[in-house]
């Protein structure tokens, strides 16, 4: 008789203990042991919370180099069914070989479950009869848990679901995540209907009174904007540091649409249009894709919506100032180009129906699509295509956690028929849908890669764009990430053309993603390592970065209604000298509105105590020596950043902190 010492590891998480009896099979390249039952001297307490229990399993002789696994749990008369997370599994064969297979899902019925050794295994290596088998095996019941569907034709797809729990367990909240998402979410709604604001549909009168909504929930940029939301050197700054740093570019020619003179921008002739064009300093805003949009009916009132043109300019102080607004795209006598020259009300207004129109362009284009409903299609595309003993499985699936549960629920709470988007925003209801389907069939590959997209944009070299110089780091670390650890896999291209799971995973993306658009310049099939390299790195960066940079800020920068309005309710003016504060109040949406669409904000921007920044990994899906390596060096570079940036922030009036590595959680999980 040989002896193999086993040891399980229990997940320190709430609810991951099982009082259940937990069975093995150990599979070797020579045979198999018999179906062990686990029992050791701590009883029922081996496979509680946190526990570290050891088994001898014998076998008549060795059964050769290990492949996998077999657990599975079965309850006692006097214990109902329980749901177990066991972390990993831990060998030592009688040869002395150390043998370890990552586990990292919850076990919540009594079927056989087969886990593989934590080697990584592409396809063509996996040269065993039963690896080969339990590879075909584990992906044939994804295919049936993750299916496809269509929410709306135009739109990304997204996963079949029902209710939270028909999600498959291991991709659902944990236990923590989902009592402080309920607790953060009622809290802010209870409060407001003490104050009487949910449910009241008058018009402010009086701007100090915002001050009602969620007096107490307030941060240090959100006191900030309350008190600069007027000035436009701040209403510059935003386009580069606010939530939405994504829509200007550098403007070498004014639209057609967007008839701007030099005598209109540059008082006494003292400069021109087309020399400072030349020298890089005039830049657009264009909100195109929000023109002829179906607006919103709220409270029985129409709402209004603009398609704005923003021209800025940057100043020899290095400062982004607007010089022109024109808030429709059709030039006309009633629809005047505004100056900061302007009365205080005219230009006033001018800035908030910018403002209100960046609402809807960021969240539903910049936030919705480009983030959210990308990482999900990126998620269901390597849970249905790629196994667990992949490398590209264990190197992106920490960066799919919760994804598809905060997916469903934006569906659910934000913009269903029902949802607060689409009852409260200017954009909701039949404009949403419009709008995402507008925003897919405009969406680029380079756009979503962020040196790409900063050079298109002609950004390179503009001053105080923080988005840029901590994106474009971050970006550089990621890559050089994703490359140390997919280079140790696919030393050439033909392993990368030969991968047919990998190749599964792209164009699944490709159809599902951007809907087979080949103008959207996405990838059919992964050539090369480069380019596999590459769309990692974007995937990547989009589930984590480009996230935290377009979701974090959001009450920062929304939670001063008159700095973000969700909506207006008077059309804006047609002609000049009319407005008045009084107009202005009257444009703002009602108490109700603003009260439900900061509650929103403040929900979206909450971070959960089960946060996990990026470049964390708690799950050890890799045992190798060469990526654990690449894992550290990538931990040290993010922390190297981290403190440059917190070093940098000290000097400013307000601090960009969103791309911080500290801050940036690794996956799309709010």
């Not at 045979?31 to 229990?53: C, D, H, P, Q």
């Not at 800035?351 to 209100?356: G, P, Q, W």
Request: glycine letters at 6%; aromatic letters at 12%.
């Amino acid at each position: 008789m040989v002896d193999y010492e086993v040891t399980v590891y229990t997940t320190d998480v709430p609810t991951a203990t099982t009082f259940n009896n937990v069975f093995i099979k150990l599979v070797g390249t020579d045979g198999e042991s018999e179906r062990k039952w686990l029992v050791s001297f701590k009883g029922a307490a081996s496979f509680v919370r946190g526990a570290v229990s050891n088994f001898t399993v014998s076998c008549p002789a060795s059964i050769g180099k290990l492949i996998l696994v077999e657990l599975d749990k079965q309850s006692l008369l006097l214990f109902p069914k329980d749901s177990w997370f066991p972390a990993n599994v831990k060998v030592k064969s009688p040869e002395g070989d150390t043998y370890n297979f990552p586990v990292y899902r919850w076990i919540t019925d009594s079927e056989v479950h087969r886990f593989r050794e934590g080697k990584a295994l592409r396809i063509f290596d996996d040269n065993h009869h039963l690896g080969r088998y339990s590879r075909e095996q584990e992906l044939n019941q994804r295919e049936k848990d993750y299916r496809w569907h269509v929410y709306v034709e135009g739109i990304p797809h997204y996963m079949k679901t029902d209710n939270p729990l028909s999600l498959p367990c291991e991709v659902r909240f944990s236990f923590t995540k989902t009592t402080e998402f309920l607790y953060t979410a009622s809290t802010g709604l209870t409060e407001l209907q003490l104050k009487g604001l949910v449910d009241c549909k008058k018009n402010w009168t009086d701007i100090d009174d915002i001050n009602r909504v969620f007096c107490c929930k307030r941060t240090e940029i959100s006191e900030y904007v309350q008190d600069h939301w007027k000035d436009d050197d701040f209403f510059g700054y935003q386009f580069l540091n606010g939530v939405n740093p994504m829509l200007i570019r550098r403007c070498s020619a004014l639209p057609h649409n967007f008839p701007v003179t030099d005598d209109m921008v540059f008082l006494r002739g003292q400069d021109s249009l087309a020399n400072e064009m030349k020298k890089g300093n005039i830049f657009l805003c264009d909100y195109k894709r929000l023109d002829g949009l179906k607006t919103n009916t709220i409270n029985g009132k129409k709402q209004y919506l603009m398609a704005p043109l923003v021209l800025l300019h940057k100043t020899p102080d290095d400062t982004l100032m607007p010089i022109a607004i024109q808030l429709k795209q059709t030039p006309a006598e009633d629809n005047p180009i505004f100056f900061p020259t302007d009365s205080e009300y005219d230009w006033l207004l001018a800035k908030i129906f910018v403002r209100s129109a960046d609402f809807s362009e960021h969240q539903l284009n910049v936030h919705l699509l480009r983030t959210h409903l990308l990482a999900e299609v990126f998620a269901v595309a390597l849970l249905r295509n790629v196994p667990m003993v992949h490398p590209l499985y264990k190197l992106l699936i920490p960066h799919t956690r919760y994804t598809l549960q905060i997916n469903h629920l934006a569906r659910l709470l934000l913009i269903s028929e029902t949802g607060v988007f689409t009852q409260f925003a200017a954009s909701g209801g039949e404009g949403m849908m419009t709008l995402l389907k507008r925003s897919l069939s405009s969406l680029t590959y380079s756009s979503l890669c962020v040196p790409d997209d900063i050079a298109e944009r002609g950004l390179e070299d503009l001053p105080n764009f923080y988005y840029r110089d901590d994106g474009l780091r971050l970006w550089e670390i990621i890559h050089g990430f994703v490359q140390g650890v997919l280079s140790y896999y696919y030393k050439n291209d033909a392993e990368v053309l030969k991968d047919s799971e990998l190749q599964k995973w792209i164009i699944d993306i490709f159809e599902h993603g951007v809907l087979s658009q080949t103008g959207t310049g996405f990838p059919q099939s992964l050539t090369t390592v480069d380019e596999l390299v590459k769309f990692v790195t974007m995937v990547i960066f989009t589930c984590s970065a480009q996230h935290a940079a377009v979701n974090s800020g959001q009450y920062d920068y929304g939670g001063w209604m008159p700095n973000t309005p969700i909506s207006l309710q008077l059309p804006p003016p047609t002609t000049k000298g009319t407005t008045s504060e009084a107009t202005m109040l009257k444009t703002f949406p009602d108490v109700n509105t603003t009260a439900q669409g900061m509650a929103t904000m403040w929900l979206l921007s909450k971070q959960s105590t089960d946060f996990v920044p990026l470049g964390h990994y708690p799950e050890d899906h890799f045992s190798e020596e060469i990526p654990t390596k690449v894992i550290e060096d990538f931990q040290g570079q993010l922390h190297i950043l981290s403190a440059a940036i917190k070093v940098r922030n000290k000097s400013l009036k307000v601090p960009y902190t969103y791309m911080d590595p500290t801050e940036v959680e690794n996956s799309v999980a709010i």
